[in-house]
């Protein structure tokens, strides 16, 4: 069940006067008084809020309390101005009515504090998105510009406005704000040139000096000490928690917000600084030829200054200050001023210039919030005036200030009786009236056209002769004498002539609020609001912008002789169209309650609050509201909440709700004169019968809390235990399983080890039965054999004798060999000596016979082909053997040399004409004849030689001459050098003391070195008569040549020839050939 909260929960004292009981003034402030101790600062009377200034912050405007009440009914929570500010909202949003917010109070009460609340309250609900939120912020900020310009400290209050504020927001369907229009009432002016006593001018004048910039002050000519300021009151010019340097900034900010631009702030703040200039002007009286007095200017800086400030041409001021021009239709006549005059000059000039620059700002903030669209916007207004207000000397300002608060109190009583009014007629109830008190007779005697106190002010201002104050107050001792609410001493009146605490020169009216007593001096000048035209051409002069702007009158082109409005008619004027514009709204109140005169938290004045309670009417609102009926709910939530008291309604009533509430009233047995059916809601005559409801209600519901509690603890137990047994069933369940699972695995292991051991048992005894039978097998057969045997050698024997065996063996060997021999000559291999291929042996004990044969084999082929030789071919393999065994594997030139045929006679010298001289000159047979290198000692080059070698000699020849240069006997040759390398270098040397020997050892190089080299040595081992010739075979060798031994040495590396060696002289006793590594 939903249990729907409502302000009747928890409660503190009454949150709803109309259900106090008893209703008396005594219990009414009691209740105020009980609220107020526990913090509950707002209290309801219906649909009205009470709201009590708590001089302090309380915790109770944070974004959480602003969500607790967003979209709530109004009377479902605690009373908060939030749930008033709901209400409009959504009144607004959701049923297109334009609304209107009116807080009205005494000064000080907090009328400000809450017309912000309920602006930031809508803020904070309404619409969000880029645009709507600048709105939202340029809405909020011109709180501070207008409070800066508009609000002062006053005895009552430390940020008073000195100014009525209406403003309008207009909002979209969907309920997001568009923008804005403020509409100012009547500015306390007289304030910028005089502050009573204990009170400062406007806050702007205090922030300026105290937060602007040096430089900024400098620009303005100004100086921070308050002082040195004529207008600006010393005795409180610090006031306690307003920090102006903080504040100055905030309104800076503010107006950037806003959207003022950079140099239209300049300029407000040079007219504000030129306002304080002005106080500072001075006049000393200067005597006249005729007697008169005229008046000078003490000290022209500060007009200097003030001038520089404006653009104004200072003798056009200064005139200003010393003359009047008077124009009556052709005529001028210009009259010079006194001093008295010429401080009212400039006091009406300073409070003029303030005033009009404050309208200004209010045009210009306009501006900025308006709205951009023209589609048809909702409209909620906010309402902020000054509160009523009762000074020690209260002027035409009090006067002005209290007949607006006179009007509000008059539309609210308007308002709230036909409010109340309007609802019993549409739900159908009786209804009877209810006297109240009707300020309608005060407003009357204020505004009244004809015989209005407003009316004879204009009358008397407008009236040709001598006007002063006091002949305005006779027209009022006339014509006022006998009306209820007006006194003075001097009226028909004859109660009052002795009245001492009444003055002469005061009148006293008996507002709603009290009796405030009004001293009639200024009531006409501030009535004319004149100001002399010369002083409003001379702003028109200015070169400043701005103050050209406030003086339009001043345009000598545009002379109006005319009078302008007065101000008393001009504020009629306003507050008629303002009453005119709230009437077509939907009102909502808040009715703010100052509790003490001390501006002091927690203190009550039973006093001074029970004083604003009667002048609020706040007794008749209750009773008008009682008046009636004291409660009224629609049916659906009276059912909603009243319903367990009955056995037929609870817990659901099906039928219609007015029906159910019928039935519950019945059923209740409440006396039926106690309460009646409207159409939509249900009105309840008494208090006491809500309270009774209530009582059993709280009865009912704690019975229903132990029921509820007892099921719920029933049901809660029943499903713990449901729970429980769910969960043992799957405990045992899985356990079972778990159980039977383990015995499952148990069994079966234990049947796999039985079956394991009787497949194992029964596999063994089949392996012994099959080795068994095996066995068996084996011993017949092995049985049968022998027996078989020694049958068949029992049969036998008498065929064999004792050498059968050997024979056999004999006879089987010659088989086999013979089988060998026959396939060995079938499968004999080629005659090639180089082919090596050889049948298989086919025993094992043949295999030194077969090896043996091939090698007999293989000599006889050799020898066979060696037969077939011719004996010059036999030679030729003579040398390639004799090469062979020279030079294997010692020369890396040998395996080159090896394929290449020996030639002997390369030059075919027998045949070639061109040697045949040469040939002739050998006797013997040429064995070779070739074109080697002689190697020059000087430089390693070589010189071809044909070297030509027959069985006795060695001969060197020209290559082209073919004339035989040298020739060496071969006995004369010791030995032959070679090296180790691929090179074909080679020394002859000769023997020591031989006739060869003189020249020297010859060191040759040629491409046939093997050839030439196995010759030579074959030459000298054929011979019989010689020794062998030696040959050396080292990669480093001497060689004598002539006198000296040259040493000769290989090296491996790169030839300049390429793949030849080369060969290089290093010095005088070596020469080095390199050998490529790759030849
Ligand atoms: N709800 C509140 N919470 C805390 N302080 C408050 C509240 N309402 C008012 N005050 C305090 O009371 C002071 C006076 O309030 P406020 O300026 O709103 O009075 P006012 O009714 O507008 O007076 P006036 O008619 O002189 O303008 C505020 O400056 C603030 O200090
Ligand atoms: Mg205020």
């Not at 619409?127 to 501070?144: A, H, M, R, Y």
């Not at 060995?824 to 042996?841: A, G, I, Q």
Request: glycine share 4%; aromatic share 10%; hydrophobic share 35%.
């Amino acid at each position: 069940m939903e249990v729907k909260t409502s302000l009747l929960d928890n409660m503190i004292g009454v949150s709803d006067m109309v259900l106090l009981e008893p209703l008396t003034e005594d219990s009414f402030l009691e209740n105020l008084r009980k609220r107020f101790d526990h913090n509950e600062i707002y209290t309801y009377i219906g649909s009205v809020v009470i709201s009590m200034n708590p001089y302090r912050s309380l915790p109770i405007y944070t974004p959480d309390k602003v969500e607790e009440y967003r979209n709530r009914n109004f009377y479902e929570l605690s009373p908060h101005i939030y749930a008033l500010a709901d209400e409009a909202y959504r009144s607004l949003r959701d049923q297109d009515k334009d609304q209107c917010i009116l807080i009205t109070g005494e000064s000080g009460a907090g009328k400000t504090e809450a017309s912000k609340l309920v602006m930031s309250y809508v803020a904070a609900v309404c619409g969000k998105g880029q645009e709507v939120n600048k709105v939202k912020e340029q809405l909020l900020q011109s709180n501070p510009v207008l409070e800066a310009f508009g609000n002062a400290k006053t005895v009552r209050n430390d940020n008073s406005s000195r100014f009525g504020k209406y403003m309008d927001i207009e909002f979209d369907f969907k309920g997001d704000p568009l923008g804005g229009v403020i509409s100012n009432y009547l500015l306390e002016k007289s304030r910028v040139v005089k502050q009573p006593r204990g009170e400062r001018n406007f806050h702007i004048f205090y922030q300026l000096l105290s937060g602007a910039s040096d430089d900024t002050l400098k620009k303005l000519k100004l100086d921070r000490d308050f002082s040195k300021f004529n207008y600006l009151s010393l005795d409180s010019a610090a006031v306690n928690g307003l920090d102006d340097a903080a504040n100055f900034r905030t309104v800076r900010n503010a107006m950037q917000i806003v959207g003022f631009m950079e140099d239209e702030v300049q300029s407000v703040l040079e007219l504000v600084a030129a306002v304080l200039k002005l106080g500072n002007i001075e006049f000393k009286p200067e005597s006249r030829c005729n007697g008169n007095d005229e008046s000078r200017i003490k000290d022209k800086n500060d007009l200097k200054e003030m001038c520089e400030l404006l653009g104004i041409e200072q003798s056009v001021l200064e005139r200003a200050f010393s003359y009047r021009t008077v124009e009556a239709k052709l005529e001028k006549v210009s009259t010079t001023l006194n001093v008295a005059q010429a401080y009212y000059a400039r006091d009406a000039l300073a409070k003029n210039l303030y005033s009009r620059l404050f309208s200004w700002l209010v045009t210009r903030i306009n501006e900025s919030i308006k709205a951009q669209t023209k589609s048809r916007h909702k409209v909620m207004g906010v309402l902020d005036i000054y509160g009523f207000e009762i000074f020690e000397d209260n002027s035409f300002e009090q006067f002005i200030i209290n007949y607006c608060n006179e009007k509000l109190q008059q539309i609210f009583i308007e308002l709230t009786l036909r409010e109340e009014q309007e609802e019993y007629v549409r739900e159908g109830i009786e209804w009877t009236n209810i006297e109240y008190f009707n300020n309608a007779i005060i407003c009357d005697l204020i505004e009244n056209n004809q015989n209005g106190i407003l009316a004879m002010l204009d009358e008397e201002c407008l009236r040709p002769g001598t006007v002063t104050d006091e002949t305005f107050l006779d027209k009022l001792n006339t014509i006022c004498a006998k009306h209820q609410h007006f006194e003075s001493r001097l009226s028909k009146n004859s109660k009052f002539l002795t009245d001492h605490s009444l003055p002469h020169s005061c009148f006293r009216i008996q507002h709603y609020a009290g009796k405030v007593l009004y001293q009639v001096e200024g009531f006409v000048d501030k009535n004319n609001d004149l100001l002399y035209r010369d002083l409003s051409q001379a702003m028109y002069k200015a070169t400043h912008s701005l103050i050209k702007q406030l003086f339009p009158e001043g345009n000598p082109a545009k002379v109006n002789l005319k009078r302008p409005p007065t101000a008393g008619f001009q504020f009629r004027a306003s507050v008629g169209t303002l009453m005119k514009n709230l009437k077509t709204k939907n009102p909502n109140y808040i009715r703010c309650i100052k509790p003490n005169e001390k501006k002091a938290s927690h203190i009550f004045t039973e006093s001074l609050v029970r004083h604003q309670v009667r002048y609020l009417g706040l007794m008749e609102n209750v009773r008008v509201r009682r008046a009636g009926y004291a409660f009224r709910q629609l049916y659906e939530p009276c059912l909603e909440r009243y319903k367990m008291l009955c056995k037929r309604t609870w817990p659901h009533w099906k039928g219609p709700a007015r029906e159910g509430v019928e039935v519950l009233m019945g059923d209740l047995q409440i006396p039926t004169e106690e309460y009646s059916y409207g159409r939509s809601k249900i009105f309840i005559r008494n208090p006491r019968t809500l309270f009774s409801l209530e009582e059993r209600r709280r009865e009912c519901l704690q019975d229903l809390a132990t029921l509820i509690q007892k099921i719920y603890r029933g049901w809660k137990c029943r499903r713990q235990f449901l729970l429980m047994k769910k969960s043992q069933i799957v405990v045992a369940a899985w356990y079972r399983r778990f159980a039977q699972q383990k015995k499952y695995k148990k069994i079966k292991s234990a049947t796999t080890v039985v079956q394991s051991y009787t497949r194992g048992w029964q596999a063994r005894k089949l392996l012994r039965e099959l080795k068994y039978q095996k066995r068996c097998e084996e011993a017949a057969t092995t049985i049968s054999a022998y027996w078989h045997g020694t049958q068949v050698r029992r049969e036998y024997r008498k065929f064999f004798r004792a050498n059968a065996g050997k024979k056999i063996y004999d006879f089987t060997i010659q088989r086999i060999m013979q089988k060998y021999f026959l396939s060995l000559k079938s499968n004999m291999p080629s005659m090639s000596p180089v082919d090596n291929k050889w049948p298989n042996r086919p025993y094992l004990f043949l295999d030194g016979v077969h090896k043996e044969l091939r090698r007999i084999f293989h000599h006889w082929r050799c020898k066979k082909y060696r037969n077939q030789f011719t004996e010059e071919r036999k030679t030729v393999y003579e040398e390639k053997l004799e090469a062979s065994e020279i030079f294997k594997d010692k020369k890396a030139l040998y395996p080159s040399s090896v394929n290449q045929p020996f030639k002997g006679d390369y030059l075919e010298i027998s045949k070639n004409p061109k040697y045949q001289k040469l040939s002739s000159a050998m006797d013997e047979k040429v064995l070779l004849a070739d074109v080697v290198n002689k190697i020059n000692r000087a430089n390693g080059k070589g010189t071809a030689r044909i070297f030509l070698l027959t069985k006795k000699s060695v001969v060197l020849a020209d290559q082209k001459t073919g004339q035989v240069k040298t020739s060496v006997p071969l006995p004369d040759l010791d030995s032959v050098s070679v090296s180790t390398q691929s090179d074909g270098f080679f020394a002859l040397k000769l023997k020591e003391g031989s006739a060869s020997a003189i020249k020297g050892d010859f060191l040759l190089s040629s491409e046939h070195l093997i050839e030439i080299i196995t010759k030579l040595h074959r030459t000298g081992a054929m011979a019989a008569d010689r020794e062998q010739l030696n040959i050396d075979i080292s990669d480093e060798f001497l060689v004598q040549f002539k006198q000296d031994k040259v040493c000769v040495k290989f090296i491996q590396g790169v030839s300049k020839n390429g793949n030849n060696a080369s060969c290089k002289r290093k010095n005088n006793r070596l020469l080095e050939v390199l050998v490529p590594s790759s030849a």
